[in-house]
């Protein structure tokens, strides 16, 4: 698995690559039955697969105020896309350079001569160029002009409702990560260094692995049972809290803080993914540390008890 600089020519042996494009941020259900069909397409006629995705993704670079919502990192899409099947990731860099090129133009110097795209897989809904001026109908028209085939894979359903990103952040934001989970088919994951911390979970006795949210959509804040990964393949159970943790004064800064059970070791500046499994409940501020010693503890015995089934 490669990861390409879409602002750079694409090397030999990939050049005629079946390309599954769009921004796959989440790589959901939908996501994978666009990215599944190109590489059917690559493998049956014997070409490379390549998916090409946004950075930043472009909502970032036309409203840079709104807050955080990304759901998944660069290298999560990378391991994502290689578990999949793909050979590279294609990274297309978002920029004033990249959005004032018309469809025609991305057609032609970004697929084409860049690329050597041999075919285009996208979404039904899959818009491109500046102001938005193609769509798969125009996509097919270029493609059929410039020499790439195109193929269109229509919405996935999920009980009866379109498969998105969109609802994905609405489940996660309402504090349902199981719901999330059944639209990704897997939890909800934050990947990130371990930092120091106030140490206040340490000093109660329930020392956490503190992790930076950076340009993660903010769940609702609140308690979770958790699912810990480490670099070493330890796959460990834990409860967390995500949020602004009310009982430390000035403590603005948005931080996951999982406690993991029945471990002892040092995590600090190691990367690990925590995956976000069940709701506990939200934050709260509690009558003093001895009440929020009480609640932590039925939180682990509640988490403990959500993991094991």
Do not use: W
Request: proline residues 6%; hydrophobic residues 45%; neutral net charge.
């Amino acid at each position: 698995m490669q990861r390409l600089d879409g602002g750079a020519t694409v090397p030999a042996p990939l050049r005629g690559a079946i390309v599954a494009l769009g921004n796959f941020d989440g790589f959901h259900r939908g996501h994978q039955a666009v990215v599944g069909r190109a590489i059917e397409r690559a493998r049956a006629q014997g070409r490379p697969a390549i998916v090409a995705t946004f950075d930043p993704h472009p909502v970032r670079h036309f409203r840079p105020e709104l807050p955080p919502f990304r759901l998944t990192t660069l290298d999560q899409r990378e391991r994502l896309f290689g578990q999949a099947g793909a050979d590279a990731m294609l990274v297309f860099g978002f920029d004033a350079d990249l959005a004032s090129l018309s469809a025609r133009g991305f057609a032609q110097q970004r697929l084409v001569d860049r690329v050597g795209a041999g075919g285009v897989v996208t979404g039904a809904d899959f818009t491109f160029g500046k102001g938005r001026d193609g769509d798969v109908a125009v996509l097919a028209a270029l493609g059929a002009e410039l020499g790439f085939g195109t193929d269109t894979v229509q919405p996935v359903l999920h009980e009866g409702a379109v498969v998105s990103s969109s609802n994905i952040r609405e489940h996660l934001r309402a504090g349902d990560p199981q719901a999330a989970a059944m639209l990704l088919t897997r939890p909800f994951t934050i990947e990130g260094v371990v930092e120091h911390g106030a140490k206040l979970g340490r000093q109660l006795g329930y020392p956490t692995a503190n992790v930076a949210m950076g340009q993660y959509l903010r769940p609702r804040y609140g308690i979770y049972a958790v699912r810990g990964r480490l670099a070493d393949g330890r796959v460990l159970n834990g409860a967390a809290n995500l949020g602004i943790r009310p009982m430390i004064e000035g403590a603005p800064v948005e931080l996951l803080e999982p406690y993991f059970f029945d471990f002892d070791g040092d995590l600090y500046g190691q990367t690990i993914a925590v995956e976000l499994i069940a709701f506990l409940r939200p934050e709260g501020k509690f009558d003093g540390l001895e009440a929020l010693k009480v609640q932590m503890a039925a939180d682990c015995d509640r988490a403990r008890a959500i993991l094991a089934t």
